[in-house]
C-alpha cells in the first residue's frame, strides 16, 4: 500500500467519491415518475430557507432598531418572516406526500429519519424567531411558551424569556442543526435516489389473468427493481 | 401610522378563533391548514406541464 492510501485525506476522498460519484451528487437528469407536482415542495422548501437564511444575515447584521424602525428594516423583516410561514408550508406538504408514498423504502431510512428531525429542529428554531423579535408579540408568546417549556422540565435550560439566550440559539445553534440537518438530507436524497411511486401490481389492484392482453408499457412506471432510478428522463 | 400597509388590515382585535366542542383554533391556523389540505390534493391531480398531451 503506498504512502498516499494510507493518509486519511486519500481514504476520505474514496470513500466519498464512492458513496457520492459526481453523477450521483450532481445528475443532471430524474427519473421519469418525478413528473408531478408533488415533487417539487422539497426543493420549495430548500428555495424558502435560502430566504430565510439570507434575509436572517441582513436582520442579524443591522439589529431590532433597524427592523423595527426603518422601511427598509421593515421590509426585510417581513421577507424573513413570510420566508418561514411557507418553509412550513411547504416542509408540511413535502412529508405528507413523502409519508404517504412511505418514503422510507429501498433503504432509505436515513433520507426520512433525516429529514423528519430537521422539521423537529425547525420548530424550536422559528419559535426562537419569535421570542427575540424585541417587541410585545414577543413578549406575549414568550410568557405564554415559558409554561410549556417548565411544564416539560426544561425552562431551566431554555429560558425563553431570556432573550440574549434565545437570539443565540436563533441565529446560530438551531440554524447550523438546521442546515447541516438539510444538507445530509440532499446528499442521502442523492445518495439513494428520489423514492418511486407504489406500483398498482405491488398493491394487488391488477390480478394476472390469462384472458387478459398483454398490457402496454407505461413509459412512466419503473420497476421497483430500480429503485433508484435508472428509466431516467432526459 | 406612517407605515401605509398596516392600514391594509385591522388587526386591532381579538384574534378570531374556531370553536367546535372541544376544538380550538385561531382562524388564521384553521385557513393555513385547509389551504395546505387544497395544495396537497392540487399537486397530486393537477398533471404536471411537461409531461401534458401524448407524450
Known sequence: M????????????????????????????????????IYVFGVLSLASLVMIIASGSIL?????????????GHFFNSIHLWSVELFFFFLVIHLWGKYWMAAWRGGRARVWMTGAVAFVVAVPCALTGYV???????????????????????????NV?????????????????????????????????IVPPFTLADRGELPARAADPEPAPDPGRVPEADPVGAGRAP | MSFPAAAVFNLNHPAHTVHWHFFSM???????????????????????PRYRGTE
Do not use: C
Request: aromatic share 10%.
Open chain 1, 2 to 37: 503506498s504512502a498516499q492510501r494510507r493518509s486519511w485525506t486519500a481514504r476520505a476522498r474514496e470513500r466519498a467519491v464512492g458513496a457520492l460519484p459526481p453523477e450521483k451528487l450532481l445528475p443532471d437528469s430524474q427519473p421519469v415518475y418525478m413528473a408531478s407536482w
Open chain 1, 60 to 72: 442579524s447584521l443591522k439589529g431590532p432598531a433597524w427592523w423595527h424602525v426603518t422601511g427598509v
Open chain 1, 132 to 158: 427575540s423579535q424585541q417587541n410585545f408579540d414577543a413578549q406575549w408568546i414568550s410568557t405564554q411558551a415559558k409554561d410549556g417549556m417548565n411544564a416539560v422540565g426544561v425552562g431551566a435550560f431554555f
Open chain 1, 161 to 193: 424569556t431570556n432573550f440574549g439566550q434565545m437570539y443565540s440559539y436563533h441565529v446560530l445553534l438551531l440554524p447550523a442543526a438546521v442546515v447541516a440537518l438539510v444538507a445530509a438530507h440532499i446528499l442521502l436524497v442523492r445518495k439513494h435516489g
Open chain 2, 26 to 48: 385561531s382562524a388564521s391556523n384553521v385557513v393555513v391548514i385547509v389551504l395546505m389540505l387544497v395544495v396537497f390534493a392540487v399537486a397530486i391531480l393537477a398533471p404536471f
